[in-house]
């Protein structure tokens, strides 16, 4: 499997914006899909992950609740629907790929996501 995100922006405080993964290769329906990111002098920190077969989805309390993970089986593309969204928010995004949630093999490049003030 490979991915490709896509999606980032400038955006203003309470604006939204949706991330897209786009995966090519074959996925499983055991395959874990999740959206990680990182912000300036930050770790890298879990947002969000979908399991691919049944759809299962898990979120971080940071975002619980504004933001959205779903899939596209059809066009084998991962979303993440960012809405309300926050400066603290600001990060690169990555996409990242494995069997379960913290353990991804495989990463997409990132898409920077900017919210100003």
């Known amino acids: 499997v490979q991915l490709q995100a896509s999606g980032g922006g400038l955006v203003q405080t309470g604006g939204s914006l949706r991330l897209s993964c786009a995966a090519s290769g074959r996925i499983f329906s055991s395959t874990s899909i999740g959206w990680l990111r990182q912000g300036p002098g930050k770790e890298r920190e879990f947002v969000a992950n979908?399991?691919?077969?049944?759809?299962?989805?898990y979120y971080s309390d940071s975002v619980k609740g504004r933001f959205t993970i779903s899939k596209d089986n059809g066009k084998k593309t991962v979303y993440l629907q960012m809405d309300s969204l926050k400066p603290e928010d600001t990060a690169v995004y990555y996409c990242?790929?494995?069997?379960?949630?913290?353990?991804?093999?495989?990463w997409g490049q990132g898409t920077q996501v900017t919210v100003s003030s």
């Open positions: 979908i399991r691919w077969g049944a759809g299962t989805t």
């Open positions: 990242a790929a494995g069997s379960q949630i913290g353990d991804y093999r495989i």
